[in-house]
Protein backbone atom coordinates (compact mmCIF):
# COMPACT_ATOMS: atom_id res chain seq x y z
CA UNK A 1 0.00 0.00 0.00
CA UNK A 2 1.21 3.41 -0.92
CA UNK A 3 2.23 6.12 1.62
CA UNK A 4 -0.24 8.18 0.69
CA UNK A 5 -2.81 6.09 0.32
CA UNK A 6 -2.02 5.04 4.16
CA UNK A 7 -2.04 8.39 5.11
CA UNK A 8 -5.13 9.08 3.64
CA UNK A 9 -6.92 6.88 5.63
CA UNK A 10 -4.86 7.20 8.74
CA UNK A 11 -6.59 11.27 7.76
CA UNK A 12 -9.85 9.84 7.81
CA UNK A 13 -9.71 7.45 10.66
CA UNK A 14 -8.62 10.56 13.02
CA UNK A 15 -11.69 13.14 11.83
CA UNK A 16 -13.54 10.21 12.56
CA UNK A 17 -12.36 10.20 16.38
CA UNK A 18 -12.68 13.39 15.87
CA UNK A 19 -16.16 13.77 15.41
CA UNK A 20 -15.40 16.29 12.34
CA UNK A 21 -15.59 16.41 8.39
CA UNK A 22 -12.84 16.21 6.38
CA UNK A 23 -14.07 19.78 4.46
CA UNK A 24 -13.77 20.93 8.41
CA UNK A 25 -10.83 19.18 9.33
CA UNK A 26 -9.23 21.36 5.70
CA UNK A 27 -10.94 24.19 6.72
CA UNK A 28 -9.39 24.35 10.19
CA UNK A 29 -5.80 23.78 9.31
CA UNK A 30 -6.21 26.04 6.68
CA UNK A 31 -6.89 28.80 9.30
CA UNK A 32 -4.44 27.93 11.58
CA UNK A 33 -1.44 27.63 9.05
CA UNK A 34 -3.00 31.19 7.30
CA UNK A 35 -3.61 33.01 11.09
CA UNK A 36 0.72 31.27 11.88
CA UNK A 37 2.27 32.90 8.93
CA UNK A 38 5.52 34.32 9.73
CA UNK A 39 8.83 34.08 10.27
CA UNK A 40 10.06 30.45 11.49
CA UNK A 41 8.76 26.95 10.82
CA UNK A 42 4.59 26.95 9.66
CA UNK A 43 4.40 23.90 11.78
CA UNK A 44 6.05 25.10 15.25
CA UNK A 45 4.07 28.40 14.62
CA UNK A 46 0.89 26.38 13.84
CA UNK A 47 1.80 24.56 17.14
CA UNK A 48 2.61 28.04 19.30
CA UNK A 49 -0.91 29.40 17.67
CA UNK A 50 -2.89 26.56 19.42
CA UNK A 51 -1.48 27.15 22.56
CA UNK A 52 -2.21 30.70 22.90
CA UNK A 53 -5.44 30.36 21.62
CA UNK A 54 -5.75 27.90 24.27
CA UNK A 55 -5.17 29.87 27.05
CA UNK A 56 -6.65 32.67 25.67
CA UNK A 57 -10.13 30.72 25.45
CA UNK A 58 -9.76 29.46 29.37
CA UNK A 59 -9.10 32.90 30.48
CA UNK A 60 -12.08 34.07 28.69
CA UNK A 61 -14.09 31.49 30.05
CA UNK A 62 -12.65 31.81 33.83
CA UNK A 63 -13.95 35.77 33.43
CA UNK A 64 -17.01 37.45 34.00
CA UNK A 65 -19.28 39.98 33.16
CA UNK A 66 -18.66 43.42 34.15
CA UNK A 67 -21.70 44.06 35.86
CA UNK A 68 -20.66 40.45 37.64
CA UNK A 69 -17.67 42.44 38.83
CA UNK A 70 -18.94 45.42 39.83
CA UNK A 71 -21.15 43.49 42.22
CA UNK A 72 -18.70 41.40 43.44
CA UNK A 73 -17.08 44.73 44.41
CA UNK A 74 -19.52 46.37 46.36
CA UNK A 75 -19.87 42.57 48.40
CA UNK A 76 -15.72 43.23 49.33
CA UNK A 77 -16.68 46.96 50.21
CA UNK A 78 -19.76 45.90 52.62
CA UNK A 79 -18.00 47.54 55.80
CA UNK A 80 -17.76 51.04 53.84
CA UNK A 81 -20.01 53.43 54.74
CA UNK A 82 -23.17 53.49 52.62
CA UNK A 83 -22.50 56.56 50.84
CA UNK A 84 -19.11 55.44 49.87
CA UNK A 85 -21.22 51.74 48.47
CA UNK A 86 -23.72 54.65 46.85
CA UNK A 87 -21.11 56.15 45.35
CA UNK A 88 -19.66 53.06 43.43
CA UNK A 89 -23.00 51.51 42.85
CA UNK A 90 -23.60 55.19 41.09
CA UNK A 91 -20.66 55.41 39.03
CA UNK A 92 -20.93 52.02 37.82
CA UNK A 93 -24.37 52.35 36.54
CA UNK A 94 -23.39 55.56 34.64
CA UNK A 95 -20.86 53.85 32.89
CA UNK A 96 -23.30 51.07 31.91
CA UNK A 97 -25.55 53.62 30.80
CA UNK A 98 -23.48 55.65 28.82
CA UNK A 99 -21.36 52.99 27.25
CA UNK A 100 -23.43 50.45 25.83
CA UNK A 101 -22.38 46.68 25.67
CA UNK A 102 -20.06 47.42 28.68
CA UNK A 103 -22.78 45.54 31.06
CA UNK A 104 -22.11 41.82 29.71
CA UNK A 105 -18.45 42.19 28.42
CA UNK A 106 -16.27 39.80 29.95
CA UNK A 107 -13.60 42.01 32.37
CA UNK A 108 -10.62 40.00 31.26
CA UNK A 109 -11.07 41.73 27.33
CA UNK A 110 -11.35 45.42 28.71
CA UNK A 111 -8.24 46.94 27.90
CA UNK A 112 -6.41 50.13 28.87
CA UNK A 113 -7.99 52.04 25.54
CA UNK A 114 -11.43 50.84 26.01
CA UNK A 115 -11.23 52.55 29.68
CA UNK A 116 -10.04 55.16 28.55
CA UNK A 117 -12.87 55.70 26.05
CA UNK A 118 -14.97 54.81 28.69
CA UNK A 119 -14.30 57.04 31.00
CA UNK A 120 -14.80 60.02 28.28
CA UNK A 121 -18.26 58.89 27.35
CA UNK A 122 -19.33 59.20 30.42
CA UNK A 123 -17.97 62.36 32.36
CA UNK A 124 -17.27 65.54 31.44
CA UNK A 125 -14.93 67.38 33.77
CA UNK A 126 -11.97 66.27 34.92
CA UNK A 127 -12.60 66.06 38.39
CA UNK A 128 -15.48 63.37 37.31
CA UNK A 129 -13.36 61.57 34.95
CA UNK A 130 -10.78 61.64 38.38
CA UNK A 131 -13.81 59.59 40.34
CA UNK A 132 -14.67 57.84 37.35
CA UNK A 133 -11.09 56.31 36.90
CA UNK A 134 -10.56 55.61 40.77
CA UNK A 135 -14.25 53.70 41.08
CA UNK A 136 -12.82 51.40 37.42
CA UNK A 137 -9.40 51.02 39.27
CA UNK A 138 -11.50 49.11 42.74
CA UNK A 139 -13.75 46.85 40.51
CA UNK A 140 -10.62 45.52 38.54
CA UNK A 141 -8.85 45.07 41.56
CA UNK A 142 -11.56 43.40 42.72
CA UNK A 143 -11.50 41.34 39.16
CA UNK A 144 -7.30 40.64 39.48
CA UNK A 145 -8.84 38.91 43.39
CA UNK A 146 -11.11 36.89 42.26
CA UNK A 147 -8.81 35.33 39.39
CA UNK A 148 -11.09 37.02 36.66
CA UNK A 149 -8.36 39.40 35.36
CA UNK A 150 -4.71 39.34 35.39
CA UNK A 151 -3.58 43.03 35.47
CA UNK A 152 -5.97 46.24 35.97
CA UNK A 153 -6.02 48.47 32.43
CA UNK A 154 -6.28 51.74 34.44
CA UNK A 155 -2.85 51.56 35.74
CA UNK A 156 -2.17 52.84 31.61
CA UNK A 157 -4.69 55.53 32.06
CA UNK A 158 -3.31 58.66 33.27
CA UNK A 159 -5.10 60.28 35.49
CA UNK A 160 -7.02 63.59 34.71
CA UNK A 161 -5.24 66.88 35.46
CA UNK A 162 -7.43 68.84 37.79
CA UNK A 163 -6.49 72.74 38.04
CA UNK A 164 -7.67 73.80 41.35
CA UNK A 165 -9.93 77.19 41.73
CA UNK A 166 -9.97 78.90 44.67
CA UNK A 167 -13.41 78.88 46.24
CA UNK A 168 -14.75 82.75 47.89
CA UNK A 169 -15.19 82.80 51.29
CA UNK A 170 -18.53 84.55 52.94
CA UNK A 171 -17.91 87.89 53.99
CA UNK A 172 -18.85 88.83 57.99
CA UNK A 173 -21.72 90.30 57.01
CA UNK A 174 -23.14 87.47 55.84
CA UNK A 175 -22.04 85.30 57.85
CA UNK A 176 -23.80 87.10 60.30
CA UNK A 177 -26.80 86.87 58.43
CA UNK A 178 -26.35 83.04 58.21
CA UNK A 179 -26.64 82.45 61.17
CA UNK A 180 -29.16 84.95 62.60
CA UNK A 181 -31.44 83.15 60.01
CA UNK A 182 -30.66 79.87 61.68
CA UNK A 183 -31.30 81.24 65.12
CA UNK A 184 -34.71 82.29 63.75
CA UNK A 185 -35.99 79.43 61.69
CA UNK A 186 -37.07 75.32 62.99
CA UNK A 187 -36.46 76.75 66.76
CA UNK A 188 -32.82 77.02 66.11
CA UNK A 189 -32.24 73.76 66.12
CA UNK A 190 -29.88 73.53 63.07
CA UNK A 191 -27.47 76.69 64.48
CA UNK A 192 -24.72 74.07 65.99
CA UNK A 193 -24.54 72.11 63.16
CA UNK A 194 -24.16 75.78 60.75
CA UNK A 195 -21.85 77.14 63.41
CA UNK A 196 -19.66 73.90 63.72
CA UNK A 197 -19.46 74.19 59.89
CA UNK A 198 -18.61 77.74 59.98
CA UNK A 199 -16.10 78.35 63.20
CA UNK A 200 -14.55 74.92 62.92
CA UNK A 201 -14.50 74.22 59.29
CA UNK A 202 -16.21 70.32 59.69
CA UNK A 203 -16.96 68.84 56.41
CA UNK A 204 -20.93 68.74 55.49
CA UNK A 205 -21.03 65.02 55.31
CA UNK A 206 -18.56 64.97 58.40
CA UNK A 207 -21.10 67.00 60.66
CA UNK A 208 -24.50 64.81 59.63
CA UNK A 209 -22.38 61.70 61.26
CA UNK A 210 -21.58 63.88 64.36
CA UNK A 211 -23.07 63.23 67.64
CA UNK A 212 -23.15 65.44 70.80
CA UNK A 213 -21.42 62.80 72.35
CA UNK A 214 -18.03 64.30 70.14
CA UNK A 215 -18.65 67.93 71.09
CA UNK A 216 -16.55 68.45 74.58
CA UNK A 217 -17.61 71.93 75.69
CA UNK A 218 -15.11 71.45 78.87
CA UNK A 219 -12.07 70.60 76.97
CA UNK A 220 -13.27 73.09 73.82
CA UNK A 221 -12.54 70.60 71.62
CA UNK A 222 -14.79 68.53 68.68
CA UNK A 223 -13.34 64.93 68.02
CA UNK A 224 -13.70 63.93 65.22
CA UNK A 225 -13.69 59.83 65.02
CA UNK A 226 -12.33 57.43 62.29
CA UNK A 227 -15.64 56.21 60.78
CA UNK A 228 -17.28 59.97 60.54
CA UNK A 229 -14.16 61.50 58.82
CA UNK A 230 -13.70 61.20 54.74
CA UNK A 231 -10.09 60.49 54.81
CA UNK A 232 -10.50 57.64 57.59
CA UNK A 233 -8.59 59.48 59.95
CA UNK A 234 -9.29 60.91 63.40
CA UNK A 235 -9.02 64.23 64.39
CA UNK A 236 -9.32 66.63 67.06
CA UNK A 237 -10.85 70.41 66.23
CA UNK A 238 -11.26 73.35 68.91
CA UNK A 239 -13.79 74.75 69.72
CA UNK A 240 -13.39 78.53 69.41
CA UNK A 241 -15.11 81.28 72.32
CA UNK A 242 -17.53 82.49 69.54
CA UNK A 243 -18.03 78.75 68.81
CA UNK A 244 -18.60 77.85 72.57
CA UNK A 245 -21.26 80.68 73.08
CA UNK A 246 -23.08 79.46 70.30
CA UNK A 247 -23.15 75.52 71.51
CA UNK A 248 -23.50 76.36 75.47
CA UNK A 249 -25.78 74.01 76.78
CA UNK A 250 -29.40 74.69 77.27
CA UNK A 251 -32.18 73.19 80.02
CA UNK A 252 -33.35 71.05 76.89
CA UNK A 253 -29.95 69.76 75.68
CA UNK A 254 -30.33 67.06 73.44
CA UNK A 255 -28.93 63.48 74.95
CA UNK A 256 -25.46 62.40 73.67
CA UNK A 257 -26.12 60.02 71.64
CA UNK A 258 -28.30 62.28 69.41
CA UNK A 259 -26.73 63.48 66.09
CA UNK A 260 -26.20 67.63 66.21
CA UNK A 261 -28.41 67.82 62.97
CA UNK A 262 -31.84 67.58 63.47
CA UNK A 263 -34.21 65.82 61.62
CA UNK A 264 -34.82 66.32 57.93
CA UNK A 265 -31.66 68.39 57.98
CA UNK A 266 -31.19 68.58 54.38
CA UNK A 267 -34.36 69.84 53.87
CA UNK A 268 -34.34 72.41 56.93
CA UNK A 269 -30.52 73.13 56.01
CA UNK A 270 -31.79 74.25 52.40
CA UNK A 271 -34.86 76.51 53.98
CA UNK A 272 -32.08 78.44 56.08
CA UNK A 273 -29.60 78.97 53.27
CA UNK A 274 -32.61 80.77 51.08
CA UNK A 275 -34.05 82.29 53.24
CA UNK A 276 -30.46 84.12 54.05
CA UNK A 277 -30.37 85.05 50.47
CA UNK A 278 -29.11 82.33 48.23
CA UNK A 279 -30.88 80.64 45.56
CA UNK A 280 -31.21 81.18 41.43
CA UNK A 281 -29.17 84.05 41.49
CA UNK A 282 -26.51 83.21 44.24
CA UNK A 283 -25.93 79.49 43.88
CA UNK A 284 -24.67 78.22 47.85
CA UNK A 285 -21.13 76.40 47.07
CA UNK A 286 -20.64 72.84 48.68
CA UNK A 287 -17.78 73.83 50.93
CA UNK A 288 -17.70 77.73 51.37
CA UNK A 289 -18.41 76.97 55.21
CA UNK A 290 -15.57 75.00 55.41
CA UNK A 291 -13.10 77.65 53.23
CA UNK A 292 -14.27 80.49 54.85
CA UNK A 293 -13.34 78.87 58.06
CA UNK A 294 -9.61 78.22 56.75
CA UNK A 295 -9.41 81.73 55.04
CA UNK A 296 -9.95 83.31 58.34
CA UNK A 297 -8.53 81.00 60.19
CA UNK A 298 -5.10 81.78 58.29
CA UNK A 299 -5.57 85.74 58.41
CA UNK A 300 -6.10 85.89 62.08
CA UNK A 301 -4.30 82.93 63.98
CA UNK A 302 -1.73 82.75 60.96
CA UNK A 303 -0.45 79.26 61.46
CA UNK A 304 -0.83 76.69 58.67
CA UNK A 305 0.12 73.91 60.76
CA UNK A 306 -2.06 73.66 63.41
CA UNK A 307 -4.91 74.56 60.42
CA UNK A 308 -3.71 71.94 58.29
CA UNK A 309 -4.26 69.27 61.34
CA UNK A 310 -7.55 70.86 62.60
CA UNK A 311 -8.72 70.15 58.97
CA UNK A 312 -7.93 66.82 58.48
CA UNK A 313 -4.86 66.98 55.23
CA UNK A 314 -1.98 65.29 55.39
CA UNK A 315 0.20 68.21 54.44
CA UNK A 316 -0.46 72.25 53.97
CA UNK A 317 -0.47 72.12 49.61
CA UNK A 318 -4.39 71.76 49.78
CA UNK A 319 -3.99 74.92 51.61
CA UNK A 320 -2.71 76.76 49.61
CA UNK A 321 -3.78 76.07 46.55
CA UNK A 322 -7.45 75.70 47.09
CA UNK A 323 -8.84 76.53 50.37
CA UNK A 324 -6.78 79.75 51.25
CA UNK A 325 -8.62 82.98 49.75
CA UNK A 326 -6.96 85.87 51.73
CA UNK A 327 -7.25 88.45 48.74
CA UNK A 328 -9.03 90.99 50.63
CA UNK A 329 -9.07 89.74 53.92
CA UNK A 330 -7.61 92.65 56.26
CA UNK A 331 -6.49 91.09 60.33
CA UNK A 332 -9.62 93.79 61.13
CA UNK A 333 -12.18 91.68 59.26
CA UNK A 334 -10.61 88.37 60.53
CA UNK A 335 -10.88 89.57 63.77
CA UNK A 336 -14.88 90.47 63.45
CA UNK A 337 -14.90 86.91 62.34
CA UNK A 338 -13.92 85.26 65.67
CA UNK A 339 -15.48 87.95 67.91
CA UNK A 340 -18.89 86.96 66.02
CA UNK A 341 -19.58 90.55 65.10
Known amino acids: MSTSITNDITFREITRELNISIAEAIMLLTELITASKGRGKSVSRAMECIRLGSEALKNKEKSVRFIDCVHASLEER ?134 WQEVDLQ ?13 GGARQVTIQPVLKKL ?54 YKNWNTLQLEMGHSDTHLLRTRYLNLDGITHTQAKRFWKGV
Not at 178 to 186: D, H, M, Y
Request: aromatic residues 8%; hydrophobic residues 30%; glycine residues 4%.
Open 219 to 231: NNAIYIPPQHSKT
Open 247 to 300: LKPKDNAQPNNHKICPRNWSLKWKRIRQNAGWGTEQPWIQDILRHTFASYYSAY
Open 78 to 211: IHLRARTQSDIRYIANRFIKYCPGLSNRQIRSISSEDCRKYIDQTFSTPRQRQKGRLILSGIFSTGIRKGWCSSNPISQVRSPLIKETRIRTLTTGESKILLQTAARLFNGECLPAIAIMLYAGIRPHEIQRLT
